[in-house]
């Protein structure tokens, strides 16, 4: 039944992901984004080449503030110091009364049990999508990263899986997509996936299905990446040379570069 | 009158601008910058492009001996945490008690109740400058960006009043500067107010007048900006360029690109 | 007999330097880095470019667990916060327990007074290397940064003293190299010291020597400062070549433009 379901919705996913960014550029959604100090700068970049209006205050006493006005949240575990962690909690209950959609970014949960804990929590509290790599993913999910438990893991959490490596597969339980776009010079950059990450966020301001929006988002992300490496001598004009393709990419390039399955 | 004594000066600000931007280089101004997480670093680099050298600091017990050795300071709301805001309180003092010239950056001040009401405790400490945008102006001041309430807010606040937006607008009260310079693509940076601020901070460290030094500073930004959408191909080589540009500027682009009344 | 026993190793340099760093590419330590919010995200792109993997984190709760699992620790006292100064005490601690190496980077310690005496309590604890200019260097060890207290501060603290400047000095209290590469557009981004000393950790991880390890780190990272510079257009380019040519450093490059004695 899912091959029946899934195919069409696969080789349209370039034309929906061509929809879902020209939303995000005309619509401007603001993203607020909890992100680690590493990121925050590379990441606001990301957002705003793409369209869309980014904020990062982190202070707990005026989160709820800045979440009330946004579209979408980012929760990224990447530095986590306690006014961090506070945040984050207080951002995803904002987020959840006024029915925002809010994305998590697990970042290095598997290095340290206090993360993976924090992380287990929030999971709890239902992110319309997860976006991690397989080490991530195992200690979050404490499970090997195969497409039956990324499946699996889906369907208890309500949450769209976004796994994420050479190939990157986005699963909400019954719908699977696998991206092989992208780069390895793209690996060579700080916080290229937690810019990722965000862009998701924003194109889950604009599109109800977070599926399709999460695929939409690592599609656009991984070919603006294709196109940058195409162009740049080495990892610090990727760094430079993606967020211009961003902000150019278009229907005709998705549409042609596109390799998902 | 205004229009007496302020037609020669704006007439002569390109010329008293490379002025001020060619003693900022043989200064070399400490410029100490509080600022958020997200600018830090393109704040530091703008300002060693345009020739002064940066401190970021903003742990409270020992941002006092930064700011005595600085030559003006920098406060940007940007990210607001509790240790920020203690510690812009003491910066704030010890600019002012050793009449150090500070400008302020009330950044998001629209945004959050707490932002807007700590911002207008700054503003009673009689900054030099200020630079914000509409909506930011409407929230610290209660009123319209007009020309009639920016001319009496600087009045009534003893402090120049810069707007930035598609058109800069730099009052002292008296005298009025409209800037027309610029790229629309500055806005698709991240933290680029904010470093323009940092650069109007350098400006003030070697210019008594506060309101010529604001002007100056704000002018070369957006002619640099605009050298650098000439070559740029997208938000990110906009970043870079301006960079190279603002260490390059000079006073024959400043005279032929300057678009001010 | 240093002249007897120093001359071979140091025309030998270059060499090494090139093993050390090819050496780093292949087994692509880990480095902790503790450093201030205004380099985290270049000094990151720095590791990454030369092959090396960064983590960032210095929440006193987990920082344990990264160091841990490092291969070299960063401590660079940019900004100086409570939370970061708690977390480098635990951080170094682990990191003698472990027997990992960890470099210090006292950044401007010569400009407020309780930066000093922590850097002294730091020290105490034996870095295996400490990069500083010469103003950083008298706060520290009080004395003038003439070759003699080089020699003599590093045979006390048991530590590679490595002075940086227009020539980068890098003494066991034994051995002495002096390095003339690297360009003074160097000087005009930020962090570009920090970063450097990243490097540094990252040699140290894949080398026993401290000396070569400290002293090939510096010569690869003033030659990819070189080659950049030669492509730049100022400042801004500056920071995007040197990690396009750091990722590309080969031994040729390195033979062909070291200016060691």
Known sequence: MHALTSTPLISGLPDIAADILSRVRSR?????????????NFTANVLLAAGAVP?????PEEIAEFVARADALLVNLGTFDRERRDAAEVAIEEATDEQRPWVLDPVFVDRSRPRTEFAKTLMAKTPRA?????AEFAAIADADPAEDALKRYAL???SVIA????????????RMAKIENGDPLMGRVTAMGCAGTALVAACLAVEADPWLATSAG????????ECAAARARGPGSLAVEILDALASLDRETLLMRARVR
Chains 1, 2, 3 share one sequence.
């Open 163 to 174: 796994l994420t490596g050479v190939t990157d597969t986005v699963t909400d339980g019954a």
């Open 130 to 134: 997860v976006r991690l790599n397989g």
């Open 218 to 225: 690592l599609l656009a992300f991984a070919i603006a990446g």
């Open 28 to 40: 401007s959604p603001r993203v607020h984004c909890m992100t680690n100090a590493v990121a925050q």
């Open 55 to 59: 904020s990062m205050t982190v202070a």
């Open 156 to 158: 208890d959490q309500l």
